[in-house]
């Protein structure tokens, strides 16, 4: 019997996520060949305050095929490596700063103390998921945080661990704590704000369903993690990551005595130079709106300074960071793949033809089921446009006029639009989500088998909400 099990698990084992992801290319590439090319006409517009190109509604034309080399499914993940350099150098320096980080055993013994308190005081581990996840929604809501969240996977794992959860809760605290805010905002600049200004609203209107949606949505996402988290309390062997975590605390085990050791002198200045970097971190992204070259600048800053408050030797100090940054090798691969999906889409001229199909679609369903099926549309664009802002200035000049058409208000085809971001955790597609797990050594195949429950349980709560403002004409205000 147990023989016959592992013989069935051998035989659904997934390949490679890097395989799987050049077989989407491939699939891409066969619908260049099938479906034909076509554009919308785009125009300079100013969008909260940037300059952005945009679709024309109404201008779409079929154009003469692009015939497409063979040579692009070798030529396109070379491109994508320089149309994500930015992200991956991100990733490089990130892991590179960490490793450093590590090597001084600050975070370890940090984190030691802290579950000693937690032992002393199980009513504070009760509190931990729920609060920091509300804090990382909220910045997800406020500011949308993003990308920003990859560093903190290195400090939430050990922590999860220390409480007796597995890494997956390690990652989904900050993670889908912010990708929860993201999705369900009031503010986010990214998506309400752009999409709002693109489909002449008010710009942050429609506030009061926003935060109702933001609290629901929230609230729904840490109830689902802290069931899951309290299953695998109770049985560790339960988790998708169990040989990956036991692997994980055998590499990281202390000895005795640097087990019950106090926080050295030197522990203490690299825990004031790490807080430091973090509020310097998050005062530049609120007050300066710093993106990744400024992030990344920061946690470079914050490894140099932490190694050397934490008496590591320049050669050591550069070796651990080439070690760091080697561990993120594999993602940075995963990513360049999943920029050459959009990148064959894009020369075989299918993404508008798409997105064409995709609204002729839309309007011939009943209104009560419109914005439904706009937020299914959004979705499977999201799939080949990760960024907020990109997916914005190419759906929503056609979405909201579509929207006048069939009789949904504007407000809420922005609202189908901003929900779609809820998929975007399970994408192999998306560099931030293959970011998260190439920090947390999680393989993609794990994490999606975990998630996807989850992600069907958003999608039907997002249908849920979709469907109050069809019945009010949900307007501006």
Same mark, same amino acid.
């Given at each position: 019997?147990? #023989?016959?099990?592992?013989?069935?698990?051998?035989?659904?084992?997934?390949?490679?996520?890097?395989?799987?992801?050049?077989?989407?290319?491939?699939?891409?590439? &066969?619908?260049?060949?099938? /479906?034909?090319?076509? !554009?919308?006409?785009?125009?300079?517009?100013?969008?909260?305050?940037?300059?952005?190109?945009?679709?024309?509604?109404?201008?779409?034309?079929?154009?003469?095929?692009?015939?497409? !080399?063979?040579?692009?499914?070798?030529?396109?993940?070379?491109?994508?490596?320089?149309?994500?350099?930015?992200?991956?150098?991100?990733?490089?320096?990130?892991?590179?700063?960490? &490793?450093?980080?590590?090597?001084?055993?600050?975070?370890?013994?940090?984190?030691?103390? $802290?579950?000693?308190?937690?032992?002393?005081?199980?009513?504070?581990?009760?509190?931990?998921?729920?609060?920091?996840?509300?804090?990382?929604?909220?910045?997800?809501?406020?500011?949308?945080?993003?990308?920003?969240?990859?560093?903190?996977?290195?400090?939430?794992?050990?922590?999860?661990?220390?409480?007796?959860?597995?890494?997956?809760?390690?990652?989904?605290?900050?993670?889908?704590?912010? &990708?929860?805010?993201?999705?369900?905002?009031?503010?986010?600049?990214?998506?309400?704000?752009?999409?709002?200004?693109?489909?002449?609203?008010?710009?942050?209107?429609?506030? @009061?369903?926003?935060?109702?949606?933001?609290?629901? =949505?929230?609230?729904?996402?840490?109830?689902?993690?802290?069931?899951?988290?309290?299953?695998?309390?109770?049985?560790?062997?339960?988790?998708?990551?169990?040989?990956?975590?036991?692997?994980? $605390?055998?590499?990281?085990?202390?000895?005795?005595? @640097?087990?019950?050791?106090?926080?050295?002198?030197? #522990?203490?200045?690299?825990?004031?130079?790490?807080?430091?970097?973090?509020?310097? /971190?998050?005062?530049?992204?609120?007050? %300066?709106?710093?993106?990744?070259?400024?992030?990344?600048? +920061?946690? /470079? =800053?914050?490894?140099?300074?932490?190694?050397? *408050?934490?008496?590591?030797?320049?050669?050591?100090?550069?070796?651990?960071?080439?070690?760091?940054?080697?561990?993120?090798?594999?993602?940075?691969?995963?990513? *360049?793949?999943?920029?050459?999906?959009?990148? +064959?889409?894009?020369?075989?001229?299918?993404?508008?033809?798409?997105?064409?199909?995709?609204? %002729?679609?839309?309007?011939?369903?009943?209104?009560?089921?419109?914005?439904?099926?706009?937020?299914?549309?959004?979705?499977?664009?999201?799939?080949?446009? #990760? !960024? =907020?802002?990109? %997916?914005?200035?190419?759906?929503?000049?056609?979405?909201?006029?579509?929207?006048? $058409? +069939?009789?949904?208000?504007? %407000?809420?085809?922005?609202?189908?639009?901003?929900?779609?971001?809820?998929?975007?955790?399970?994408?192999?597609?998306?560099?931030?989500?293959?970011?998260?797990?190439?920090?947390?050594?999680?393989?993609?195949?794990?994490?999606?088998?975990?998630?996807?429950?989850?992600?069907?349980?958003?999608?039907?709560?997002?249908?849920?909400?979709?469907?109050?403002?069809?019945?009010?004409?949900?307007?501006?205000?």
């Amino acid at each position: 019997m147990n #023989h016959a099990t592992t013989m069935n698990k051998k035989s659904v084992k997934l390949p490679h996520t890097l395989v799987l992801i050049y077989l989407i290319v491939l699939i891409v590439y &066969a619908l260049a060949w099938i /479906l034909p090319s076509g !554009s919308f006409q785009r125009i300079g517009k100013t969008v909260a305050g940037t300059a952005r190109q945009v679709t024309v509604p109404g201008t779409f034309t079929y154009m003469s095929k692009e015939t497409l !080399s063979p040579a692009i499914l070798l030529t396109a993940p070379v491109r994508g490596f320089q149309d994500g350099a930015l992200i991956i150098a991100f990733l490089f320096i990130i892991g590179g700063a960490f &490793a450093v980080i590590q090597e001084t055993g600050t975070i370890d013994q940090a984190i030691r103390r $802290l579950a000693a308190t937690f032992a002393r005081r199980p009513a504070l581990r009760g509190l931990v998921i729920p609060v920091l996840m509300t804090v990382f929604s909220l910045a997800g809501s406020i500011f949308g945080m993003c990308e920003e969240t990859i560093p903190f996977i290195v400090v939430f794992i050990p922590l999860a661990l220390s409480m007796g959860y597995d890494s997956i809760v390690g990652v989904a605290i900050p993670f889908l704590g912010a &990708a929860a805010g993201f999705a369900a905002a009031f503010f986010n600049p990214f998506t309400v704000g752009i999409a709002q200004g693109l489909s002449d609203l008010p710009l942050y209107s429609g506030l @009061s369903y926003r935060l109702l949606s933001w609290v629901l =949505g929230t609230g729904l996402m840490i109830t689902m993690v802290m069931l899951y988290a309290a299953r695998i309390r109770r049985n560790p062997a339960a988790s998708p990551v169990y040989e990956i975590d036991r692997q994980r $605390l055998k590499t990281d085990q202390p000895d005795n005595a @640097s087990a019950t050791a106090e926080l050295t002198s030197r #522990h203490r200045l690299v825990l004031w130079i790490f807080g430091g970097g973090i509020l310097i /971190l998050v005062a530049g992204i609120l007050l %300066q709106h710093w993106y990744i070259e400024a992030i990344a600048a +920061v946690f /470079l =800053g914050m490894g140099l300074a932490a190694g050397f *408050a934490g008496g590591i030797a320049p050669s050591r100090m550069a070796a651990h960071f080439i070690t760091g940054a080697r561990d993120m090798m594999n993602v940075a691969f995963i990513i *360049a793949c999943g920029r050459a999906i959009l990148i +064959v889409a894009q020369e075989g001229q299918i993404l508008d033809t798409m997105l064409y199909y995709a609204s %002729q679609f839309i309007s011939i369903f009943p209104r009560i089921v419109t914005a439904q099926m706009m937020f299914l549309t959004q979705s499977f664009i999201n799939f080949f446009i #990760h !960024s =907020g802002t990109a %997916q914005a200035a190419l759906t929503m000049p056609i979405m909201a006029p579509l929207s006048d $058409l +069939v009789g949904v208000t504007r %407000q809420t085809t922005v609202y189908a639009f901003q929900l779609c971001e809820f998929v975007n955790p399970i994408l192999p597609t998306s560099a931030v989500t293959m970011g998260v797990l190439g920090i947390a050594g999680i393989p993609w195949e794990k994490w999606a088998r975990w998630f996807l429950p989850i992600m069907l349980v958003l999608i039907g709560f997002s249908l849920i909400m979709l469907v109050p403002p069809v019945l009010m004409n949900w307007g501006p205000f």
